[in-house]
């Protein structure tokens, strides 16, 4: 399965942006999707996370409350509406996909899973 990312741009501070990820091929229920973001400088974080059989979330403590993350099943996709943005948001953007739960994403390293290529989210203040 490929995950191709999509979305990305340039914001101001306070407004909104969608991401969305979909996959080419079938993703199992027993997986989570999810998106991690990298700002330059830093590691690679967590953002959220979602059972694509259950629905069932997990969000970083910093987009609780802002982010929310989502199925589309008809495109295959996990979308990730992210509003109130903040200039720490700038960062590029990656999803991905690990077998078990959403949870379980919040400590994936980068040599886990399957990743698709990033997005670059800009926050201007």
């Known amino acids: 399965v490929q995950l191709q990312a999509f979305g990305g741009g340039l914001v101001q501070a306070g407004g909104s942006l969608s991401l969305s990820c979909v996959a080419s091929?079938?993703?199992?229920?027993?997986?989570?999707v999810g998106w991690f973001r990298q700002a330059p400088g830093k590691e690679r974080e967590f953002v959220a996370a979602?059972?694509?059989?259950?629905?069932?979330?997990a969000y970083a403590d910093s987009v609780k409350g802002r982010f929310t993350i989502s199925r589309d099943r008809a495109r295959n996709a996990v979308v990730l509406q992210m509003n109130n943005l903040k200039s720490a948001d700038t960062a590029v953007y990656y999803c991905?996909?690990?077998?078990?739960?959403?949870?379980?994403?919040?400590?994936?390293?980068?040599?886990?899973?399957?990743w698709g290529q990033g997005t670059l989210v800009t926050v201007s203040s």
């Open positions: 991905a996909r690990k077998f078990g739960s959403p949870a379980s994403m919040t400590a994936m390293t980068p040599a886990e899973g399957s």
């Open positions: 091929g079938r993703i199992f229920s027993s997986f989570a």
């Open positions: 979602i059972g694509w059989s259950d629905s069932r979330t």
